[in-house]
């Protein structure tokens, strides 16, 4: 499979939409990482015993704290918690659009360039790194989607991306979906409506 990159001057240049109304803020970093040529993705699975989506993939990230002077204090702060990513070793490129999720959280995404290394997890909250490629990710055979009925958001865009054994959804694959749309040529077939929640 052809290695791909993300084109980031849109993701750079986007004005991003922001959401004010939720009971907590929350940040996450997508960190783009070169390997072999091509653009990954890192990922986290989260722990099987968290109470908040379990064993589901993300991006590291996680609650807003007192301390946090900004939002992307949050993201940088739960991505060295999280991964050990050190701060002065991202290179933020852009802000993506905030999402809702059902556990009454904005979550504002932030994505950026880190080193092709060896992380280190936190076991309380990650399970996994996962490092996807971006070929697999655009590659139509690995993606899905399915419109689903919400009881408090009407119908809603799903989005599945399955690559080397894993899978992203929900409002990670939510994050991916703007993020391709934004850094590549990928189209979600139905588009993503932000403004709702993650089923």
């Known amino acids: 499979m052809t290695a791909r990159r993300l084109t980031l001057e849109p993701v750079a240049n986007y004005e991003p939409t922001e959401i004010g109304d939720q009971e907590f803020d929350a940040a996450v970093l997508a960190p783009i990482v070169d390997r072999d040529g091509e653009d990954h993705l890192l990922f986290t699975r989260r722990a099987d015993h968290l109470g908040e989506h379990p064993g589901q993939m993300s ?8 301390e946090d002077d900004t939002i992307l204090e949050t993201a940088l702060r739960e991505a ?3 991964i050990g990513l050190e701060r002065s070793e991202a290179e933020v490129v852009g802000q993506l659009d ?3 999720t059902v556990t009454e959280y904005a979550v504002t995404p932030f994505v950026a ?23 697999g990710l655009l590659d139509p055979d690995n993606y899905e989607y399915e419109r689903r009925s919400h009881p408090y958001y009407g119908e809603i865009v799903i989005h599945y991306f399955h690559v080397n054994g894993y899978t992203v959804w929900g409002a990670t694959g939510r994050i991916l979906v703007q993020l391709l749309e934004l850094a590549t040529d990928f189209e979600a077939p139905e588009k993503v409506d932000r403004s709702g929640s993650e089923f």
């Open 113 to 135: 360039h880190v080193p092709d290394r060896e992380y280190v997890r936190d076991d309380s909250e990650v399970a996994e790194i996962v490092v996807l490629p971006l070929s």
């Open 80 to 82: 060295d918690e999280e």
């Open 59 to 66: 991006f590291p990230g996680g609650g807003a704290e007192p």
């Open 98 to 100: 905030d999402i809702r």
